[in-house]
């Protein structure tokens, strides 16, 4: 069974971290590429940010840029967002999601909380 699971969501004060988690199983993480959305009240869903699946290539929206850090651990098929110096506007639920462009395959998590309030 495939599944995605995220987890390291919670409450934050404004200034504060937190390192979201995204546990794959069911399938070959890393032949994956990996990455972070996240839902936009009233708008949808914005990108957050990308890693491939080797890791050596990484990209990041405006919005994050300089806060955010992905990774990934294709050993522990575990892929990370490091989320810094939060804001409330960073206040949503993030989703997982890794790609297979070769086999046109994509699975999601079911999202985990992130809340930025004082």
């Known amino acids: 069974e495939v599944q995605l699971v995220e987890s390291g969501g919670g409450l934050v004060q404004p200034g504060g971290s937190l390192r979201l988690s995204c546990a794959a199983s069911g399938f070959v993480f890393s032949n994956y590429d990996m990455t972070w959305v996240r839902q936009v009240p009233g708008k949808g869903l914005e990108w957050v940010s990308s890693i491939n699946k080797g890791g050596g290539t990484i990209y990041y929206g405006d919005s994050v840029k300089g806060r955010f850090t992905i990774s990934r651990d294709n050993a522990k098929n575990t892929g990370y967002l490091q989320m810094n110096s939060l804001k409330p506007e960073d206040t949503t639920i993030y989703y997982c999601?890794?790609?297979?462009?070769?086999?046109?395959?994509?699975?999601w998590g079911q999202g985990t909380q992130v809340t930025v309030s004082s």
């Open positions: 999601v890794t790609v297979s462009w070769s086999e046109s395959r994509d699975y």
